[in-house]
């Protein structure tokens, strides 16, 4: 498989390496990202062949930045909620998967990264890596799932505290917390992420599929706190903060928020 924005290969094992490669941007999720990662997973899902899939960002400094913000400055309440519904059927999509998807975790995770992340089934750090939801820097809320996925890995809690501040967690913090399974010097990240795909690939496949969908059945009310996620994603669009929040980060300046 070829694509514009994804590196895709796979090895003896069958596990499958799908590198998000926009390094110079940190790997933000645009458009043709969305799109490209919605074909790759479908083409997997497809392909028996496949019997594991690492997910990662390509360079050492990022998993993913966030969505792509130099896209942000047009979206209205009506193309922002669009936005979120195409972003979080992508990711449902990924988690939909029926043999393990592992996000390798280099770098950020920010935003849309940490959301893409968290749509994975296991998630293995770099030591480096930094989590969080800073769209409240923007004037904005997570779209792509984190409202949901966030609280339902860490509690309430601590997901209130990292979408309201905004504010990082290093790989140390993330593991103590149950963000991720795993953290691991970045020199062995990629092999300890397809280690543990290729432990489970060599399970009963029909059992790892059954326990998957068991597991994502433990989350019936998803949808529904999904797509209010993206209505209120879409509300935050029609914001003056938004709009200053976006230009503040693009001229990069602090933004001054007035409440409306
Ligand atoms: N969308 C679009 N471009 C992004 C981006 C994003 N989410 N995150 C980083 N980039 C771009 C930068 O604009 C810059 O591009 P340029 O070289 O053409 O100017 C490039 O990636 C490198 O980023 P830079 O900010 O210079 O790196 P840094 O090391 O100083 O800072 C971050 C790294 C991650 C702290 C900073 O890039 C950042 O805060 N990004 C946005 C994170 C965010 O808010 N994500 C949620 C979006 S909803």
Redesign the pocket.
């Known amino acids: 498989m070829t694509f514009e924005t994804l590196l895709y290969e796979r090895d003896d094992d069958g596990i499958a390496l799908v590198t998000i490669n926009r390094p110079?941007?940190?790997n933000?999720?645009?458009a043709t990202v969305i799109d490209e990662l919605d074909r790759c997973f479908a083409a997997m899902a497809a392909d028996d062949a496949v019997r594991g899939v690492v997910l990662t960002g390509a360079g050492p400094?990022?998993f993913v930045?966030?969505?792509?913000?130099?896209r942000?400055p047009d979206l209205d309440a009506v193309s922002g909620r669009r936005m979120a519904l195409r972003g979080q059927a992508v990711f449902n999509r990924i988690e939909a998967m029926p043999r393990p998807v592992v996000a390798a975790v280099n770098g950020?995770a920010?935003?849309?990264?940490c959301e893409l992340a968290m749509a994975c089934h296991l998630r293995v750090a770099a030591e480096n890596a930094?989590f969080g939801?800073?769209?409240v820097?923007?004037g904005?809320i997570?779209?792509y799932g984190g409202t949901q996925r966030l609280p339902r890995l860490v509690g309430r809690g601590l997901a209130t505290e990292m979408i309201l501040t905004?504010a990082p967690i290093d790989a140390r913090r993330a593991h103590a917390i149950g963000l991720v399974n795993r953290v691991v010097p970045a020199e062995e990240l990629l092999d300890a992420a397809k280690g543990l795909a290729a432990t489970i690939a060599k399970k009963a496949p029909v059992a790892v599929a059954l326990s998957l969908e068991a597991i994502r059945a433990s989350e019936l009310d998803l949808p529904h706190g999904l797509a209010h996620e993206a209505a209120l994603f879409g509300q935050a669009c029609a914001t003056e903060d938004f709009k200053e929040g976006v230009a503040a980060?693009?001229e990069r300046r602090k933004a001054a928020f007035k409440g409306r």
Do not use: C, M, T, V
């Open positions: 110079d941007k940190l933000a999720l645009n400094k990022s930045a966030g969505a792509d913000i130099s942000f950020y920010l935003g849309g990264g930094r939801q800073p769209e820097d923007l904005l997570p779209g905004g980060f693009l």
